[in-house]
């Protein structure tokens, strides 16, 4: 079993930075795929990058340029660093592997 936990999120200025950190329990972290999704008020949950064990990386479309994905095997940790962000970014943001996903963490982009 894993457990996940997302911390970093909050309400931040159009144009701003946010870094979401991923946190996961279990030996075998550095061979898992992460990937980071959110949801929109009234949207489906959408992939918006994943990293796999072996460091491939893919973005949305709709993120590429302005997020970064990375993760730190030493300390079980995925990061989503997220800049420029604009009122469309805002959700809830999970971290997620095979079946196992995290509880969310509300990030808002508003002036």
């Known amino acids: 079993q894993v457990q996940l936990v997302e911390s970093g999120g909050g309400l931040v200025q159009p144009g701003g930075s946010l870094r979401l950190s991923c946190a996961a329990s279990g030996s075998v972290f550095s061979i898992l795929r992460i990937g980071w999704y959110r949801q929109a008020p009234g949207k489906q949950r959408e992939l918006v990058a994943d990293?796999?064990?072996?460091?491939?990386?893919n973005y949305a479309d709709a993120v590429k340029g302005r997020f970064t994905i990375s993760r730190d095997n030493a300390k079980n940790t995925v990061y989503l660093q997220m800049n420029s962000l604009n009122p469309e970014d805002t959700g809830v943001y999970y971290c997620?592997?095979?079946?196992?996903w995290g509880q969310g963490i509300q990030v808002t982009v508003s002036s």
């Open positions: 990293i796999t064990g072996g460091g491939r990386i």
């Open positions: 997620n592997t095979f079946i196992y």
